[in-house]
C-alpha cells in the first residue's frame, strides 16, 4: 500500500510540473516584454549624468509622453540608454529607461 501512495503522489507532483511550465511558455510566447534584438538595459552599468545634460530628443519624449511630469534623476551606459526617475506633480515617481533618440525601452 506504501508503494501505491508513493507512486501517486509522485504521479501528481510531474502533472504539476508540467503544467506550470505550459502556462509559463504561453505567457512568455503571449506577452513579450522585449524584442529578441533588444539587450535588457539592466544588464549594463549605468552613471548618474546631471538632468541637464540629457539629450533633447529625451527631454521632448518626457515632455510629450508624460505632461505634468519631471527627470528628477538620470543614469547612463556606455550604449546611450538612460533609466530616469520621473516624478510626477503630485509626489509619485516611476523609472523608465529610454534611448539616446527619445524611444522608449521600459517604464515602471
Keep these: 500500500m506504501k508503494k501505491v501512495m508513493f507512486v501517486v503522489a509522485i504521479a501528481m507532483g510531474s502533472l504539476t510540473t508540467m503544467n506550470a511550465q505550459e502556462v509559463a511558455a504561453a505567457d512568455a510566447t503571449q506577452n513579450p516584454t522585449l524584442e529578441a534584438t533588444q539587450v535588457t ?3 549594463d552599468k549605468f552613471v ?3 538632468v541637464a545634460e540629457l539629450p533633447e530628443a529625451v527631454t521632448n519624449a518626457v515632455n510629450t509622453d508624460m505632461k505634468d511630469a519631471s527627470v528628477t534623476q ?7 540608454v538612460y533609466r530616469l526617475v520621473i516624478t510626477n506633480e503630485d509626489g509619485t515617481s516611476k523609472k523608465a529607461v529610454i534611448t539616446a533618440d527619445g524611444t522608449w525601452i521600459k517604464e515602471q
Design 41 to 43: 538595459p539592466a544588464q
Design 48 to 50: 548618474e549624468v546631471k
Design 74 to 80: 538620470a543614469f547612463k551606459n556606455d550604449k546611450n
